[in-house]
């Protein structure tokens, strides 16, 4: 650099001037090259690792959502429901049903009530008859007044159908003719409904019936089972069955299997993602040496960028240590990935024995789901581990309940056997739902008829049905009718009152009643002997629930059940065995790698925020220097343009001393 500066220098000098402003960015640059260069060297280095840790945190994310379908115990969870003939009673999955086989018969389809007038109209403007036109339906009685305002056909048609009275209305033409057609909104016997009140519409004799109200009937196992509706709900728990036609007499099998096709799908997966993250690490940290030409291939692209980084190191073997070991608190057949046919050579390489697997699965696949996921499990057949957070601690925790949850249950006097009701009303509040008034048909009923008449008349209500909120109404063993909330729990109330009317004597009824429900309560024992209650962490909708909070205390520690969720459905108060919560392999490879390339502590993140804070001292250095250049280039700008002053003063004199002593003598 100095030759050239000082060759530049000598030419610009034995020439008639100077580029100042070309010697000065010439001697400017000169100074300040060393320490660009050490920056541009050290600018590519924090790139390429920038860059290859970005490629590797793009690739953990992208492998951590394999391993999060292993580390959940949904996918464990899966069954399959087949219908020997779907289109005749088809089956759905809605919770966690056991395997099992059920033989069936489609018995009957669930029907509306349908009545047409049998009186003819000229028009569907034809005038009816005033008065109050009423509908007894499900044990209510509703009253429409006819005036002139609506005494039409279309006027009557518009009045019932802009309300909530159970029934439907249609004008129908008929050859000409108009006649009026009543259908219930809803299927099932307890919609069955009459129409009395004006000269038009009046006797039973006044309607043809097309269609007569009725329940779906199902025989199930044996059993005979009815629905309002052509939907079976909860006949079996987890499952739905869809009447579709009337096969009666034709046996037909419904079957619940385990699904444990998908779990060996997301084994299979995560062996094969497993290996290619290895393949990444590698490449990663590969110490090949690649000619330029190897290196421009894009497979290429990330190879060696990463060579002897102790970062790599780390994090390989944390991913290892999550795949190796015991698990605290495991139970079940399998307590290691190679029972169920899973290993890891000397080489970082994953294998995978399908046949074993599949065994493992079909046999027992509770135990691998263990294996695998974040969960928990307890021997005491009414006690469901529901869930957990990033809290819970693994463990083997004691658990006695104190209480059991209960519904809300009310119970009247003795009831007589027949029971003639008039003008009969009454209120009830059904757990949170407002207060609403039921009013009852006029009619003689037997203690039964009245149970399902109230029933339906309750849960029919506006605002009731849905609320979620439903009550059963029965007879007990003392002929005492018994009102009871569908809900567990603390929310769940029975608040019956304003009896009015006659015949509530005669059913054990009439005066004010009401009960609260209970939620479960008792407490988990840790693992120092401090205790959680669990009655405070009841669930508000359903209180055989309990979530313990995030922020839950056992003495002076923090809880290790923190956002554990379970449910207690019965069994006895006392001593339950223990609620057992495990984390699997799966869940713990997911902890370790989210850990590390989310949280802010992590290798991956510490690495990539510490290298953006390079990045940016050295971008600050870069513009130090980048002023001090500008200084430089200024100062040598001046010294040139001085000397090219001098420069220029030394031609003037040379001219005029030239002038002066090399003229021509005169002759």
């Known amino acids: 650099m100095s030759n050239e500066i000082g060759s530049a220098l000598v030419n610009r000098l034995s020439s008639s001037g100077i580029d100042a402003g070309n010697m000065a960015k010439v001697l400017a640059e000169a100074e300040v090259a060393g320490s660009r260069s050490i920056i541009d060297r050290a600018e590519k280095r924090v790139l ?15 492998f951590n959502s394999y391993t999060k379908d292993l580390a959940s115990n949904d996918l464990f969870k899966q069954f399959s429901a087949t219908s020997s003939n779907d289109s005749v009673l088809g089956v759905s999955i809605t919770g966690n049903p056991s395997p099992g086989s059920y033989n069936f018969t489609a018995d009957q389809l669930a029907k509306s009530h349908t009545l047409v007038s049998k009186k003819v109209f000229a028009s569907p403007n034809s005038a009816i008859d005033t008065g109050v036109f009423t509908i007894d339906i499900a044990g209510q009685s509703h009253d429409i007044t006819v005036d002139a305002s609506n005494a039409s056909l279309e006027g009557l048609q518009r009045s019932i159908n802009s309300g909530d009275y ?10 000409g003719e108009y006649r009026m057609m009543f259908s219930s909104k809803n299927t099932g016997a307890d919609n069955a409904f009459t129409i009395s009140g004006i000269n038009d519409f009046n006797a039973p004799g006044d309607f043809q019936m097309t269609s007569q109200a009725r329940d779906a009937q199902i025989t199930f196992n044996g059993l005979i089972i009815t629905s309002q509706t052509n939907t079976f709900e909860e006949v079996v728990s987890g499952l739905s069955f869809q009447l579709k036609s009337e096969q009666l007499g034709v046996n037909q099998t419904i079957n619940i299997n385990r699904d444990t096709e998908g779990a060996m799908e997301a084994v ?22 690649l000619s330029a030409k190897d290196r421009e291939k894009p497979e290429n692209e990330f190879t060696g960028l990463l060579a002897g980084s102790s970062l790599v190191r780390d994090l390989r073997s944390q991913i290892r240590e999550s795949l190796t070991g015991a698990i605290s608190g495991l139970t079940g057949a399998y307590q290691s990935l190679g029972d169920i046919g899973i290993k890891l050579d000397l080489k970082g390489v994953m294998t995978l024995d399908e046949d074993r697997l599949s065994n493992a699965l079909n046999s027992d696949i509770d135990s691998v789901s263990r294996l695998f996921a974040k969960g928990g499990n307890s021997n005491d057949p009414f006690i469901n581990v529901l869930g957990s957070s990033d809290q819970t601690k693994q463990g083997n925790y004691a658990i006695n309940i104190s209480q059991l949850a209960e519904r809300a249950l009310v119970t009247g006097g003795t009831a007589n056997a027949s029971i003639e009701l008039e003008n009969a009303k009454f209120s009830i509040r059904l757990d949170q739902v407002a207060e609403v ?8 009923y037997t203690r039964e008829q009245l149970a399902s008449i109230m029933q339906t008349a309750i849960n ?3 605002g009731v049905g849905s609320s979620g909120s439903r009550v059963s109404v029965g007879v007990d063993e003392n002929n005492q009718f018994t009102f ?22 005669d059913a054990g009824l009439g005066v004010d009643m009401n009960a609260t429900g209970k939620n479960v309560d008792g407490t988990l024992t840790m693992s120092n002997g401090a205790t959680v209650n669990i009655g405070a962490y009841a669930d508000l909708q359903d209180g ?18 923190r956002g554990l969720e379970f449910e207690v459905l019965g069994g006895a108060t006392g001593p ?13 490879l997911f902890d370790t790698i989210n850990n590390n390339v989310t949280k802010q502590d992590g290798l991956v993140s510490q690495r990539l925020e510490s290298l953006e804070l390079r990045s940016e001292r050295l971008e600050e250095r870069r513009e130090k220097i980048d002023l001090r250049y500008e200084k430089l280039e200024m100062k040598y700008r001046l010294q040139f343009s001085t000397l090219q002053s001098i420069l220029a003063g030394m031609d003037q004199t040379r001219s005029f001393l030239d002038a002066t002593y090399n003229r021509p003598r005169e002759r």
């Open 484 to 505: 009871t909330s569908e809900r567990f729990g603390g929310n769940s109330r029975i608040e019956l009152s304003n009896f009015t009317g006659n015949g509530w004597v």
């Open 460 to 462: 029919n209500a506006p």
């Open 268 to 289: 299979k997966d995560f062996v094969f993602v497993y290996n290619q993250l290895s393949e990444i690490f590698k490449d990663l940290g590969s110490y090949d040496k």
């Open 544 to 561: 055989r629930k309990v979530k313990i909070s995030n922020f839950a205390f056992a003495g002076s520690e923090r809880a290790e059940v």
């Open 576 to 588: 339950r065995g223990t609620v057992d919560f495990t984390q699997g392999f799966a869940s713990r």
């Open 166 to 175: 159970g029934i439907s209305a249609s004008i129908v033409n008929v050859g």
């Open 48 to 62: 390429q690792e920038s860059t290859a840790l970005t490629y590797l945190k793009a690739n953990l994310v992208a």
């Open 437 to 444: 008034e039921i009013s009852l048909a006029d009619n003689t």
